[in-house]
């Protein structure tokens, strides 16, 4: 897979399809896999781009104490779109990559076309917190494996969970194989509990689609509202149902969702 230098490392990045760049940004597992349901789907209308973020995956690992933030994976994204030669893109955050997309639209509005932040908050909360800390707790004692299975249990819903039981063991195998360093991800969990923008929220003038979903129990549907409301002009989407992966469970609601919004604000060749 291609990787290109974003300054002091280089990122394995993806690209599919033609027309408007859309740039789709992981939550904290970080890895580009995580829209292999979006990408065929996307790639029909543009060209869509996908990555591995720092030390997450094929992309290069720096060591276990360096430094994270959301502003520095902000500044990541940046760098791959400098690096790829694009000026502007449309911006599809989920997760973590939602408050990475937050950054952006806040600090970089003249790089994104538009914004759809999926399954994020504002900032961390009591609850959040405490899921949180509590799978920091869990990769410390049970280690990766032990850490992938349980975070299954928060991402994914039980009607999901009990008819798709052997794509998820997959999928939780496949994340073993690609598993960072645990400080690597403890750093992660770290920078997010940090993450607050909300008081830049009011400034943004980006065109924005917020997504939830009813049912998620890693960023309940009340941190969407919250977000839509903050942000001028954003649409709410909230989906009766899907868990925090929404993108994965219900991928056909999604992409129905979505790729209008993004037609809408492409600008004009």
Known sequence: MPRIAIGDCQLRYERHGT??????????????????????TFGRQFEAITYDHRGIGQSDRPGPCA?????????????LLDALGIERAHIVGHSTGGAILQTLAISHPDRIAS??????????????????????????????????????????????????????????????????????????IDAILAFDRTDGLSDIRTPCLVIGAADDAVTPAYFSEELARRIPGAELKLLPRGGHCFTQTVPRDFDQAVLPFLAAHTPPA
């Open 19 to 40: 027309g408007y760049p859309v740039l789709f940004i992981t939550g904290l597992s970080g890895l580009a896999v995580y829209w292999r349901d979006q990408v065929p």
């Open 67 to 79: 430094a994270y933030s959301v502003d520095g994976m902000a500044g990541d994204a940046i760098a």
């Open 115 to 188: 914004a759809v932040i999926c399954a994020s908050w504002t900032k961390a909360d009591a609850y959040f917190r405490r899921l949180f800390e509590l799978r920091k707790d869990v990769l410390r004692k049970l280690g990766p494996e032990g850490y992938l299975r349980a975070s299954s249990l928060f991402l994914y819903p039980p009607w999901w969970i009990a008819c798709k039981d052997e794509r998820l063991r997959e999928q939780e195998a496949a994340g073993l194989r690609d598993f960072s360093d645990p400080a690597i991800i403890e750093r992660r």
